[in-house]
Nanobody, 127 residues
């Protein structure tokens, strides 16, 4: 099972940018599909974006399309979430997650389909 550690969160003003990183352990990282989720206080953990292991396929939740980009560097065992034009409603703890195969949008958006999670990194966007 892959181990995940997120970093890069912080406090930013609305309209600003942040790049989150998720470093993974293990020699099979490139075979894993990776997802980013977020959880705001009092809310359910929600899907943000996902990327396949090597094929470059991606999915995004509608609310971040055009603003967020998920990418990965398999040589560095790292997946990224570039977040631009941040809004106060993007404030949440952001988690990366891994699963061994790529799936449909519904599958990749389902947190219960992932079997590896990081500890999360806080992103706060001030208005």
């Amino acid at each position: 099972q892959v181990q995940l550690v997120e970093s890069g969160g912080g406090l930013v003003q609305a309209g600003g940018s942040l790049r989150l990183s998720c470093a993974a352990s293990g020699r099979t990282f490139s075979s894993y599909s990776m997802g980013w989720f977020r959880q705001a206080p009092g809310k359910e953990r929600e899907f943000v974006a996902a990327r396949s292991g090597g094929g470059g396929a991606t999915y995004y939740v509608d609310s971040v399309k055009g603003r967020f980009t998920i990418s990965r560097d398999n040589a560095k065992n790292t997946v990224y979430l570039q977040m631009n034009s941040l809004k106060p409603e993007d404030t949440a703890v952001y988690y990366c997650a891994a699963r061994p195969t790529w799936g449909t949008p519904a599958t990749m958006a389902n947190r219960y389909e992932y079997n590896g999670w990081g500890q999360g990194t806080q992103v706060t966007v001030s208005s």
